[in-house]
């Protein structure tokens, strides 16, 4: 199927996945950097952004959302891209790592490492912010202060006053309107770590990720065997919260040997 996404830039090709109820232009803080040396495709998953919804009658999961975006490179004539992913876009970059699809995975703050108490919680945060963004009136996501925004991203991002106020309300657009959001965070409730990665993975975790506490970062350092980075002072989208240190990490640059243990 055919998915909304912006490309950029040349090299070797580099899919962005964005995380559950967000969109591809959470990657815009970064997307100039990766571009300098990748041929960079930040796409909207199925029913969500500007992407349309899954066939009729196709359940909204892990699977099936993988399945569409490499549907989606082999339609473009790419074959095994990079991938990067934040949240849900994590779990299914490191999915895509598992099954031998992509060459390489990174997964920023990833989903499916949580314990049962912690996904109920993110579970119950995630419905309160999509009921914020689709209440009557000017919600808080749309609120041109440092305040406003402090007090609607707190949760998500750890500089919210980075982000300007177009961005913001694109954010809660994308939020109020994704059709697949119900579906795909249902499906997340029985979503266990992946299989083993048949290909190289790096997982990154922000230092102040509200959403996914950094302590779930230990197992993912468990599953994929090596440690797992922090990204100090970002939270769990940290695309706006530091551009230099995303893009340094997905881009294997001198950060990886720097990274420390979130233990």
Same mark, same amino acid.
């Given at each position: 199927m055919e998915l909304a996404h912006d490309r950029r830039g040349s090299g070797p090709p580099l899919i962005l996945l964005h995380g559950i109820g967000h969109h591809?232009?959470?990657?815009?803080?970064?997307?100039?950097?990766?571009?300098?040396?990748?041929d960079v495709i930040a796409v909207d998953l199925p029913g969500f952004g500007d992407s349309p919804p899954l066939p009729y009658g196709t359940p909204y999961n892990v699977e099936t959302l993988g399945r569409a975006v490499r549907d989606f490179w082999i339609g473009l004539g790419l074959n095994r891209p990079h991938v990067a992913g934040n949240s849900l876009g994590g779990y299914i970059?490191?999915?895509?790592? $598992?099954?031998?699809?992509?060459?390489?995975?990174?997964?920023?703050?990833?989903?499916?490492?949580?314990?049962?108490?912690?996904h109920a919680y993110s579970r119950a945060v995630l419905r309160l912010l999509r009921l914020a963004a689709q209440a009557d009136g000017l919600p808080a996501f749309a609120?041109? @202060?440092?305040?406003?925004?402090?007090?609607?991203?707190?949760?998500?991002?750890?500089?919210?006053?980075?982000?300007?106020?177009?961005?913001?309300?694109?954010?809660? @657009?994308?939020?109020?309107?994704?059709?697949?959001?119900?579906? @795909?965070?249902?499906?997340?409730?029985?979503?266990?770590?992946?299989?083993?990665?048949?290909?190289?993975? @790096?997982?990154?975790?922000?230092?102040?990720?509200?959403?996914?506490?950094?302590?779930?970062?230990?197992?993912?350092?468990?599953?994929?065997g090596q440690r797992t980075l922090l990204l100090r002072g970002c939270?769990?989208?940290?695309? $706006?919260?530091?551009?230099?240190?995303?893009?340094?990490?997905?881009?294997?640059?001198?950060?990886?040997?720097?990274?420390?243990?979130?233990?």
């Open positions: 591809r232009r959470g990657w815009l803080p970064v997307l100039d950097l990766l571009a300098e040396r990748h970059a490191l999915d895509l790592a $598992s099954s031998g699809d992509v060459r390489t995975a990174v997964a920023l703050s990833p989903a499916g490492f949580w314990s049962r108490a912690e609120a041109g @202060t440092d305040g406003g925004k402090a007090l609607a991203l707190g949760l998500l991002v750890a500089r919210p006053e980075r982000l300007p106020r177009e961005a913001v309300l694109a954010a809660a @657009t994308a939020l109020r309107e994704c059709v697949g959001f119900e579906e @795909t965070l249902d499906s997340l409730a029985w979503a266990a770590p992946p299989a083993p990665p048949q290909v190289p993975v @790096t997982i990154a975790w922000g230092d102040r990720d509200r959403l996914l506490p950094r302590r779930q970062a230990v197992r993912a350092a468990r599953w994929a939270g769990h989208v940290p695309m $706006s919260d530091d551009p230099e240190l995303v893009a340094r990490v997905i881009l294997g640059g001198s950060i990886l040997e720097g990274g420390e243990d979130p233990r």
